[in-house]
């Protein structure tokens, strides 16, 4: 079985203390991607999201599968360095 890593939404890091730098992707459609391969069966799927997305977003697209959060640039990248590891 393939692991597979997928993130979705927005990565976001501070300028300073009043100013954030983000994407404005929100990841609708890589969680159905997600979800398409969690469906396939012959995938163990793990989605890293930001921390500012709903619950109920993830849940609506992603039925099952490891979802893990970041909140913001540094977590995210050391999250995907420690998951690249562990993923095919």
């Not at 540094?74 to 999250?79: F, Q, S």
């Amino acid at each position: 079985m393939k692991r597979v890593l997928i993130t979705a939404g927005t990565v976001y890091g501070p300028l300073d203390a009043n100013k954030l730098v983000s994407n404005r992707v929100r990841g609708i459609w890589a969680l159905g991607f997600a979800d398409w391969l969690v469906d396939a069966k012959h995938y163990d799927v793990t989605v890293l999201v930001p921390d500012t997305m709903s619950d109920g977003m993830i849940q609506e697209y992603v039925a099952l599968g490891k979802v893990i959060k970041h909140n913001g640039f540094e977590d995210y990248r050391a999250k995907c360095v420690e998951l690249a590891k562990t993923h095919d």
